[in-house]
Structure formats: C-alpha cells, structure tokens
C-alpha cells in the first residue's frame, strides 16, 4: 500500500484529505508542523508528500527545501497542496523541486487525479510497484 | 425774461425775425403807396392843366382862323366856329381854374381870362365893323391879343409841364429812397438770422459737444468727471442726467472692482491653500499661475510666471500630457518629494474664453499616494481573507463531495438535495474567492501582463471550443464568424482568452436559446473583438455600471449568477493592454459586448 503523508495545521484538512486518500486505498500519514514533517518523512519513507506551504515552527518552503537537499529523501515526490497561488511562490517550489503545486480548495477528484499522477511508482522504486499491485487487488 | 427752454429760445429768435421781416413788408406798403400818390399828382393835378392848356390852345386857334375865314368869305360860318370854340375854351378854362395846383397858376389863368374877355369883346366890333374895317380890327387888336393869349396859355402848361418833371424827379427819388431802406432792412434782417443762427447754434450744439466728449471719457471708462453745462434747458436736463448717471457708474464700477478684487484674493486663497500642486499655462505653455504646492514639489524658488514649463518643471511626461489639449483619462506619475516616491493622478481642464478660443490650460497633480497605499491595503487584505477562505472551502469542498459520493455510507434523496445544495454554494464561494484574488492581483499590478504578437483567430477558435458542447445543450447556436483573416495583435493570449470566455460564459449564462456570435475585426490601430448576443439584454441603468465589482444586471440572484467580478477583471485585462471595453445593449434585443487592443505593430503609445 502507497504511503502518503499529509503535512497540515489545520485539523479539518487533515481529516477530509486524509478520508479522502484513504478512500482511495492509500496508506495515509499525517504531521502537524513544518519540524514533525520533515522527521516523520525520514521516518516512514512515504510514497507521496502532500505539503501545505504556511506551517508553524517550519514553512513549507523550508520543508521542501529539506527534504530535497537530503539524500534519503530527495526521491520523495512533494505535491503542495496550498492556498497561496502567487506566481512566484509556484515559480519557487517548482525550482525547490516540488512535483505539483495544488491550489486550494481542490475537488476529491482533482486531488486523486494529481495524487495518482505524481506518486511514487513501480519506474521509481520496485517494492513500491509490488505494493502497489497489493493496493489494486486490495 | 429769463427763457429756460430750447423750444422757447428758437421760438423767440424767429418770432424776432418774423417781427422784423414784417416791419420790411410794412415800410415797402408805405412806400408803395407814397409812389402810387406821386403819380397819381402828377397824373391828376398836371395833366389836367397841360390837357386844358392845349386845348385852349386848340380852340383859340379854331377862333383865329374863323376870323381868316370871316375875313374872307363866309359870314356865318365863321362867327358860328367862332362861338362854338368861344364855348370850348371857356369849358377848358373853367377846367384849369378848378384844378389851380402850382404857385402862379391863379394869376396866369387870371391874366388869361382878361385878355380872352378883351379878344372876344374885340371880335363883336370886329364882327359888326365894315369889311374893310376888319382887316384893320383884326391886324391890330385881335391878332396881338390872340399871340398873347397863346404865349400866355403856353406859360401855364410850361409851368405844369415842369411841375410834372419836378413830381417825376420826386417820385424816381423817394422809389430809389424806398430800394435803399429795404435793402438796408433786407441785410439787417439777413445780418440778425445770421446771428441768430450761429447764437442758436451754438448754444444747442456746445453743450451737445461737452456731452459728446463726457460720453467718450466714459466709453474709455473714465468716471472721474463732470459735465459743465450752465444752461437750464433740456440739454442743461441731459447733461445733470449724464451727471447723475457717471455718478452711478462710478459707484457701480467701485463695486464691482471690489467685487473682483474679493474674487482674485478669494481664488489666489484657495490656489494657494490647495494641497494639491496646481499650475496654469497658457497656449504658448508659459507658466500664468502657479502655486505654493506646485513650487514646494518642483523645488521651484523664484519668480517663475511667463517661463516655459519645461524650463521650470524638468518633467517631460507631464509636459506631454499638458501639452495635448484633447480630452483624456486622468494618468498618474510618480515623482519624488522629500527623496520618497509619491504617486500623482494628473487632470488637465481647458479654459476656453466665450470666443471658445483654447487660453489657458490648468493642470492639478493630486497626490494620491495615501490612495494607493489604502488600495494596497484593500488588495492585500482581500487577498488575505480568500486565502484564509480557500482552507475551510477545501475541507468543505472535498468532505462534502465524500459524503455525496457515499463513501461514508449511503444518502437518501432528501440529504443529497440538501447536501448537493450546500456543495453547489462551496462551489459558487470557490468561484468568487478565485474572482476576487485574480482581480486584486490585477488592480495591485501583481500580475505581470506577457504581452507577445498573438493571432486573435487562433485565440478565440480556442477559446470557444470548450463552450460548443454547453451551447448545443441549451439550443443556442454559438458561431465563430471569422470574417476576417490574418488579425494579430499585441496582447498576453491567456488574458485575453479569459476575457473572451467571460464574455461567452456570460452569454450562455442568461441565454436561452437563440444565439452567441463572436467576431473579431481590424480597425485601423486596433483589434475589434464582439460577443454578440440575442439573450434578454441589459437595462440602460446598469450599461455603465457592469463593469464594477459586484454589478449584476437586473436583481436577479438566481443560480445564473455570476460572481459579479467577471467583467471587472475584464476591464482591468483590456485596460492593462491600454484597450477599451464597453457594452452596448437594448433591454429585450440582446447585447454586443465588444473590446478593443492594440494591433501588432501599432502598440507602445502610438495610440491613434
């Protein structure tokens, strides 16, 4: 099962995109602050990160920007989900290495369409397509 | 007699004239009639003694040749000549006694009538003597009393004859005394109208002259005088009235250069107090005005009045913009005060004189900096809220799209409406709060326009393609005309096809049925784009304000709402790409919404 972590403030977010992803079929994760998701995605090696850019103790930017320059998680791939939409933070994220940039809000499906779109597969890492053919027989 | 009037003046000089000319008249009837009697002398009194003498003569002559004849032959004959002529003379005689006029006259005709006694005593012894006797008779007594008689007679008429040259002369004398009088009197009475005429002359016409110059003085507008006219006539009336009249004027002329004078200072207060900079120029683009303001944010310290305004102001923009008296939008510029940048809107009014030739050119520079920083303000806390709205409408948006999805369970019919209700309105919330940041990016000039040489065609066939399949479902017959080919302009392609499909959501939006046709043209400079419809049209009332935030025709707010935002974001589109965007629409016959852009190729200012 593809693992997901959803890096949010704000509680209720958390819990419809969670719902939604674990609907879906996906392993779903969750951090609450810039600090816990980077610690969290060394920890669990998610498939996926969903990253809001306004966070406490540690902004998205900064998230982003730390996971990319590490090693064991530059191959993490990071789609913002955010409501900021100013170009330059798009143009920002884009150089930073994000995947996707998602603006709020963003219907079920567009969501699961970009989720599918941009996580981890089989091309990318082999045990990753193994669980991920658990995921579809599941 | 004091006469007061000019009526009784020239009626007292030709009642004197009349008076005069009536004494010419007079005097010529007198003498006239004292001709007429010098005549009538000579012609009475004379020329009936001159008559009496010659016939006396006549009939004594008769007598002396009936004598010849008694002498001679016949008897009876002669003494009967000679009676009758006896009788003749007498007759005549009698006559001249009657009519004695001259000294003298009395004792010849008394002298007369002796000797004719004695001549006719003579002939009865002349008659009664023997024949040859007579002879002797008459030889000696009757022919030297006959040549008496006679000499005598011819004294009297000579004394007549010159008392009758004497009458003459006298008469020629007094007619030649009479044609000098009158022509004495003639050349006084001509002498008096003359004088009259001039005195009448000028004593209308000097103080008619003084008014005349009084007149002049206040055409020049000189209220400083008096007219002198002394007279009390109705002149001397017109000139105490011209007098009176002067008086006003200067007491109105004081008035109002007060007047004026509260008006300039009132004004030059306000120019002067105006916190915004204001300047005044005149066609040839001297300064004429300028105040306390202007010359503080130009850092002007002299006198500049009458120098050119580039000389003074080293802001060729600004002069650029003065400097073309055709009407325009307001601009704003940015200039520097206190080494802080400020934000100007500059408006030009042109003062045009009642001959409505251009004079002056008054030019206000308001500093709105405070304005833009309030607007900033305002976008910036716009921006905030939709951001702070996107979160909740996320959670909102994707919970209840779960829940209608039935994954958390199953729904019935009544919880679907009501959840699908609620979803439609997150939806219609998302919608605006995207409105709402697009168009405070675009106010705040946050969005960078990408402006590139873009076929308008190619644009709107784009464009549309998505909205065919809505149009079909509600019958309406949406058609690209694509009338003409080649159109590029100079635009941002994305933008524009925003505003194109804005303007064809619209359309479909209130229509139903019926058609959406959307054309695009070259005019000239620019790009002509059109979204013609035959939908329900848009009340004139709301024809200027649609383009503002939040207006939506009519009051319907029924789901075929819009955000009301559309067109404003519109406008600032086709505004940022120096265009025009403006509707024109007939309630019930649908609406043409149509903008204009700069044709690739004429952009950059070169505006037409």
């Known amino acids: 099962m593809s693992k997901i972590l959803v890096v949010d403030d704000e509680k209720n977010i958390r819990l419809v995109v969670g719902k939604s992803l674990e609907k879906a079929g996906f392993d779903v994760y969750y951090a609450v602050d810039g600090v816990q998701a980077v610690e969290k995605a060394n920890d669990i090696n998610p498939d996926l990160v969903l990253l809001d850019l306004r966070l406490p103790k540690m902004n998205g930017f900064l998230v982003l920007e730390a996971l990319k320059s590490d090693t064991s998680t530059e191959d993490i791939p990071v789609m913002i989900l955010s409501a900021l939409s100013e170009e330059d933070d798009v143009q920002r994220v884009i150089s930073l290495g994000a995947e996707d940039f998602l603006v709020k809000p963003i219907s079920q499906s567009d969501l699961l369409s970009a989720v599918e779109a941009n996580i981890r597969t089989e091309a990318t890492n082999g045990q990753e397509e193994k669980e991920e053919e658990n995921n579809n027989e599941a | ?608």
């Not at chain 2, 004197?16 to 009194?45: C, K, R, T």
């Not at chain 2, 790409?577 to 149509?594: K, P, Q, Y």
Request: aromatic fraction near 8%; charged fraction near 30%; glycine fraction near 4%.
């Open chain 2, 1 to 608: 007699m004091n006469i007061k009037t000019l009526k009784g003046k020239i009626l007292l000089g030709f009642a004197v004239m009349i008076l005069i000319l009536a004494g010419v008249v007079g005097w010529s009837i007198y003498n006239f009639e004292s001709l007429s009697n010098a005549i009538n002398d000579i012609l009475v009194e004379n020329y009936r003694s001159i008559k009496a003498s010659d016939s006396m003569v006549e009939s004594i002559e008769r007598q002396d040749s009936a004598l010849l004849l008694l002498l001679r032959t016949s008897e009876e004959q002669g003494q009967e000549i000679f009676r009758r002529n006896e009788k003749e003379f007498y007759t005549w005689l009698a006559r001249a006694e009657d009519n004695i006029t001259i000294e003298g006259e009395g004792a010849i005709l008394e002298k007369i009538n002796e000797k004719y006694f004695s001549f006719v005593s003579n002939f009865d012894q002349f008659y009664n003597a023997e024949e040859d006797q007579r002879w002797e008779i008459y030889n000696q007594q009757l022919l030297p009393r006959f040549n008496e008689i006679k000499n005598d007679i011819r004294e009297l008429r000579e004394i007549n004859r010159q008392a009758m040259v004497e009458a003459q002369r006298s008469a020629n004398s007094r007619a030649n005394q009479a044609i000098i009088y009158t022509i004495v009197l003639a050349l006084l009475v001509i002498a008096f109208s003359l004088i009259f005429a001039f005195y009448l002359t000028k004593q209308i016409l000097r103080p008619i002259k003084e008014l005349e110059k009084g007149i002049k003085k206040v055409a020049d507008r000189n209220f400083q005088q008096q007219i002198e006219v002394a007279s009390e006539d109705e002149i001397g009336v017109l000139a105490d009235e011209f007098n009176e009249m002067i008086a006003k004027l200067q007491e109105y002329e004081k008035l109002n250069v007060k007047k004026l004078l509260m008006e300039k200072e009132k004004s030059e207060a306000v120019v002067n107090n105006l916190s915004s900079p204001l300047i005044v120029t005149d066609q040839d683009h001297k300064i004429v005005l300028i105040n306390e303001t202007a010359k503080e944010l130009f850092s002007i310290k002299q006198d500049v009045i009458n120098t050119h305004f580039l000389e003074v102001i080293q802001a060729e923009e600004i002069f650029e913009y003065i400097k073309n008296p055709d009407a325009k939008e307001k601009k704003t510029f940015k200039l520097k005060k206190d080494d802080k940048e400020r934000h100007y809107r500059i408006s030009t009014r042109q003062v045009i004189d009642e001959d409505e030739e251009y004079q002056f050119t008054v030019t206000l520079l308001e500093d709105i900096t405070r304005l833009k920083e309030i607007d900033s303000m305002k976008s910036e806390f716009v921006s905030t809220v939709s951001h702070e709205f996107r979160t909740p409408l996320t959670s909102m948006n994707m919970g209840l799209s779960m829940v209608i999805n039935e994954d958390t369970g199953e729904l019935n019919e009544e919880q679907r409406e009501l959840l699908e209700a609620a979803y439609e309105d997150v939806e219609r919330l998302t919608e605006l709060v995207n409105d709402l940041l697009d168009l405070s990016k675009i106010e705040s000039g946050r969005i960078e326009m990408e402006f590139d040489k873009v076929d308008v065609n190619d644009i709107i066939e784009k464009t549309l393609n998505p909205f065919y399949k809505q149009a079909e479902e509600k019958e309406i017959d949406l058609k690209f005309k694509q009338s003409e080919d080649n159109i590029f302009a100079y635009a941002d392609p994305s933008k524009i096809s925003w505003v194109i499909s804005n303007l064809v959501g619209n359309a479909l939006r209130y229509a139903d049925k019926g058609k959406i046709e959307v054309d695009a043209e070259i005019k000239g400079r620019r790009v002509l784009v059109s979204v013609a419809d035959n939908g329900p049209g848009i009340p004139r009332e709301y024809q200027s304000k649609i383009f503002d935030k939040f207006v939506r025709a009519g009051n319907d707010k029924d789901e075929k709402s819009g955000t009301g935002l559309g067109l404003a974001i519109s406008k600032e589109i086709i505004t940022a790409h120096n265009g025009r965007i403006w509707v024109d629409s007939e309630e019930g016959a649908g609406s043409t919404f149509s903008f204009y852009i700069p044709r690739f190729g004429y952009q950059e200012g070169k505006d037409e």
